[in-house]
């Protein structure tokens, strides 16, 4: 039997990795198979549907995701993913993330993507998704950029947002101590 992969530790806003660029996983990689096993289990306890690298520390390009739909578990894991083609229709979807944890807001973002990935062998895909999906992908290939979904929303909204999270941060530090 196979012991369960170790949980990562989930970044937080106002960590500056967060905004950092991520750098492209090199060939052959040999960490990969096992981050991305670590990832997986992270997104699954926390509990979310996608995950990428910088959000645990490691300033990689590479996304986790699993929507789970039909309640299938269906888990996906795309090296150097990158959008090709993006739809003009825009559409919007409330957006939340595990590294604003219990913050949420519609964003809008175009209806549907194409992005091209390698998978944990190294050959090449494309995948194209709308609705969840296409949310979902063009969220965690932002964090890739040091994007947060918060930049894709007013200032106003976004700043009431971030202020509303760091005192529920710091309101759960004090109660561990």
């Known amino acids: 039997m196979t012991s369960a992969p170790e949980l990562l530790p989930i970044l937080f806003v106002p960590d500056p990795r967060l905004r ?4 492209p996983v090199a060939a052959g990689d040999a960490r990969i198979p096992d981050l991305s096993a670590r990832m997986l289990a992270t997104m699954y306890k926390a509990p979310g549907i996608g995950l990428a690298a910088p959000q645990v520390g490691e300033m ?12 299938v578990p269906a888990p996906m894991v795309l090296v150097n993913p990158e959008i090709v083609a993006e739809s ?3 559409a919007v979807r409330e957006e939340g993330c595990l590294s604003l944890p219990g913050q949420y807001a519609d964003v809008t973002r175009p209806a549907r993507v194409k992005v091209r990935y390698l998978d944990l062998n190294g050959a ?26 918060v930049d894709h929303i007013s200032a106003l909204k976004r700043n009431m947002l971030l202020r509303k999270l760091a005192k529920e941060l710091k309101l759960k530090a004090q109660d561990k101590e």
Do not use: S, Y
């Open 20 to 23: 950092a660029k991520a750098r």
């Open 60 to 71: 990689l390009r590479l996304v986790v995701l699993d929507l789970h739909e039909n309640d």
């Open 88 to 90: 003009n229709e825009q």
């Open 124 to 149: 090449k895909k494309e995948i194209e998704g709308d609705g969840l999906l296409a949310a979902c992908l063009q969220h965690e290939i932002d964090h890739l950029d040091g994007v947060l979904f």
